[in-house]
C-alpha cells in the first residue's frame, strides 16, 4: 500500500524550522551543537572541547573558584576514567568527556574540599584558595551505562521546568557521574508533526495530546486527550527545550535517551490508513488506551520511519531508545509478543542500526517472550524492582543474560518521604555485579520524581564509581560520616549523630517488606478514620520508628552556627522536620478515632484542634523553601501560556495531577493523590480544607447522635483544583525557626 502523501501545517514547518534554526544559529544552543542534526548524537559526537564544557559547568557550579579547576581532555586512554591532581589554588581534572571530567571534580570536592553540590542543596563554603587535593587519585567506572530519571519524572517533578532548571540538572548528574540521561521533553512535537502524514488535522491531533504533566503516560501508550488541548506555541516551545536538553547531553558527552516508537496511533488510524491493523488497548485506571499499530505490518514500518525521520530533525538522532511494550495491562491481542518485538526491533535498526533499545524492567516487564525474540546484545533493561522484593535474585535467569542496570525506586508520585533501602545497595551491588555470569552493566536512578532524598541520589550514584576490590565493602557508617561533613564542610558531632540516626532509621530500610519508597504521610490523604495511606500504592505503615527518628531533628537543630547556613543544611533540617511532623500524623489519628468512638466530645475536639494546627504548622515549614512551595509550581506552569485561557489550562494540568489526578473514574481507580506531598498551599489548602471538612461532619454527628453524612470528596477536591486561590510564589520564614517550633510542637503533643 502506498504510504499517505505527507501533509505539513503552518505549525510542523515553523516546528522544522525552529529546530534547525536553534542547531544554527540560537544562542540556546552552544556552539558545537550547530548544525547537528543529521549528524553523530551519541557521546563521540564532533562539538566542542570536553574541557572547555566541563570549564562552563564548572563556571555555573562554582563561580568564585572555577578559574583554580583546569580539566584537560584525554582521548585514547581508559574510557570512563577521570584522574585529579594539582596543588593547593590549582586542581587539574582529566577525563575523555566533559561529563567525566566533571565526574573527578565531584570527587575533589568531596574528598579533599569537604563540599557537595547535589540536586537538593548544595555546600560550596569554600576558602578562597582552593585545598591541595592531594597525590593524584584516579576513578574508573565500574560499569558502562549509568542512566538517569523515570517515565514519569516530567510529570511528577516538573513539566514546565525552563531551560536554568535543565542546565543545572544535567550539571548535577554530570557530577554525579551519569552518562544517559532519559528526555522526554518535545515528544509531543514528534507525534504531532508525525500523524500530520498519515491523515490526521492539526486540531484534533492536539486535542489528543495531553497536557505537558500527563504526557509520560501517554508515551507509555496509557491514556491521551487529558486534560486540555495543546497549542502551537506551546509544542514549538517544548521542541526547542527539548532540543537544547539533547544537545547540551551531547556536549557533556552524555547520551540524550530518546522515546522510541512501538506503536501508538490515534484513534481510528485503520480507517484512514488502508491495511493497517490496529489492537485495542482497553483502559488503564479509568482512561481510554491508545491502540496499538500491529508491529509486524507494513503501515508499522512505514509510521516507524516516519516517527524517526521527524525525531531526528527536531532533536537529532541518538545510540539509545526507550520503549517499553504493553505497558501495565496492555493488550497484544491476537499478535504474539515476540513477533511484535522483531518488529519494533526491526524498525529501529532500519532507521538506526547501532542504536540500543532500553525497556523497563517492572513487574512481568520485558517477558521471557521478548527477550527471546530480540538481538538482546543491544538492549538494556533498566530495572525498577532491583531493591524492591527479596524474591528478585537472578535477573540472568529472568531476562536471559540480557545487559541490565541495577535500579532503584526509591520514590513514587513525588511524595516528600525521606528514606531509601540503602543496605540493599550496599549489599547487593556489587555481588550480582561481580558473580560468574552477570549481565549487571549499569545503574538506573529511576526515583519517580527527581531533586528529593539528597543523600540517596549520592550515594546510589557512587554505586558506579567505587573500587570495591581496592576499598572493600560499602560501609554504610562511614559512608554516612563522610557525608556529614561533606554536606556541611567540617566536623560538628551533632551533624554526625543526626546522620547516623537517619541511617539506622528511614535509610536503613530494606526489601525485606517489599517496599522501596517511605510511608507517605496522612495529613495528605482522603479524611478517614482508619486511612492508613495517603496514595492507595503506598506502604500502609511506617518503615521506620518514628521513635528512634525523632532524635535526629534535635541533632540537626544543635549543629553549631556557622555550618548553618547552606542550602544543604537547611534542605536536610527541613525534610528531618516535615518527616518529624509526617510521622505524627499516624500516632495522632487513631486517638481521634478512638475518641469519636467513645463520643468523647471534648477529647475529640483537642485532638483534631492539635490535628490542623500540625497541619498549618507543616504548611509553614514548607513555605520557607522554594521548592516546597504549590504556588511556584504552578506559576511554573502559567508562565507557559501565550493568552489567559491557556495559562489557567496549564495550571490545571499540573495541579490535577498532584491531587485528582485525572476525571472521577481515573481518582476513583486510585490515582487520587498518587502524588501527594508535603508542600506549602497544598497543605495548607486543600489537605487542610478536606480534614476541617470532614472533621466538622463528625462532630455534627457526635451532636446529632447519627451517622456522619458521606463527602464527595472527588467534587471537593476537583473544585479547589480548578480554583485553589491565591497561592505564595516566594519563600516566607526562616526554616530554623519553624523547624524548633516543630520540635516544641512535637514535644508538647
Known sequence: MPQPPRRRTVLTAALAGAAGAAAACSPESPPGARGAAAGAADRTRTGPDAAAVAAAAAGRLLPRHADQITFRTVRGGAADTFRVSGEPGRVVVAGPTAAVQLTGLRHYLKHSAHATITWAGEQVDLPAVLPDPGPPVTGHANVPHRFALNDTNDGYTNAYAEWDYWERELDVLALHGYNEVLVCTGADAVYHRLFQEFGYGDAELRAWVPGPAHQ??????????????????LLARRA??????ADRLRDLGMTPVLPGYFGTVPDGFADRNPGARTVPQGTWLGFARPDWLDPRTDAFARVAAAFYRVQDELFGPSTMYKMDLLHEGGKPGDVPVGEAAKGV?????TAHPDAVWVILGWRRNPPEALTGAVDTSRMLIVDGLSDRYPTVTDRESDWGSTPYAFGSIWNFG??????ANTPDWADLYEKWRTKEGSALRGIALMPEAADNNPAAFALFSELAWRDAEAEGPLDLKAWFDDWALARYGARDPHARAAWDVLRRTVYGTTRADKWAEGADGLFGARPGLTVRSAASWSPKELRHDPADF???????????????????????????????????SRVLLPRVRAAYDARDTGRFDDLTRTWLRLLGLLDRLAATDARHLLGRHLADARAWGADARERDWLSHDQLSLLTVWGPRAAADEGLGDYANREWAGLVGGLYRLRWKTFFTELRSALDEDRAPKDIDWFALEDRWTRNPGRLAVRPAGDTYAVAKQVRAALAGD
Do not use: C
Open 414 to 419: 513525588g511524595h516528600t518521604a525521606l528514606g
Open 240 to 245: 526547542r527545550l527539548g532540543r537544547r536538553i
Open 550 to 584: 525523632a532524635p535526629a531533628l534535635d541533632h540537626l537543630l544543635s549543629v553549631r552556627r556557622e555550618l548553618r547556613d547552606s542550602s544543604a543544611y537547611r534542605r536536610d533540617l527541613l525534610d528531618v522536620a516535615r518527616q518529624a511532623l509526617s510521622d505524627r
Open 345 to 349: 526491533e526491526k524498525a529501529l535498526r
Open 216 to 233: 509520560p503516560w501517554w508515551l507509555l501508550q496509557n491514556m491521551a486527550s487529558f486534560p486540555h488541548p495543546v497549542s502551537h506555541q
